[in-house]
Nanobody, 118 residues
Framework: QVVESGGGLVQAGGSLRLSCVGS????????AGWFRQASGKEREWVAA????????DYIESVKGRFIISRDNAKNTIYLQMNNLQPEDTAVYYC?????????????WGPGTQVTVSS
């Protein structure tokens, strides 16, 4: 299971740091990813981090603004989001993923809502 937190309401240009805690060794030995789903749209992959933490990948629209990281000792994945824009408004989810395939390998958690006002 995973539980996401850290969302909220911010103005455009602001920052948020999301956290995702996995239970039962959810992320042990796996890459991890963040996804988001805006109202009325399909869920999309946003970012991924390799198990060792030394490789990351991002959707083009967040490159240079978002940073994904992980603390394997805490079984936690982070997403630092800077210079947030209204189009980043969505519910954000995390899950373990294959490194080179943008799909979740487990059930979705509750997600955390990020709302960016203009």
């Amino acid at each position: 299971q995973v539980v996401e937190s850290g969302g909220g309401l911010v103005q455009a240009g602001g920052s948020l740091r999301l956290s995702c805690v996995g239970s039962g060794g959810t992320f042990t030995g796996y890459s991890a990813g963040w996804f988001r789903q805006a109202s009325g749209k399909e869920r999309e992959w946003v970012a991924a981090v390799h198990y060792g933490g030394f490789r990351t990948d991002y959707i083009e629209s967040v490159k240079g603004r978002f940073i994904i990281s992980r603390d394997n000792a805490k079984n936690t994945i982070y997403l630092q989001m800077n210079n947030l824009q209204p189009e980043d408004t969505a519910v954000y989810y995390c899950q373990r993923v294959p490194w080179d395939v943008h799909r979740a390998l487990g059930p979705w958690g509750p997600g955390t809502q990020v709302t960016v006002s203009s």
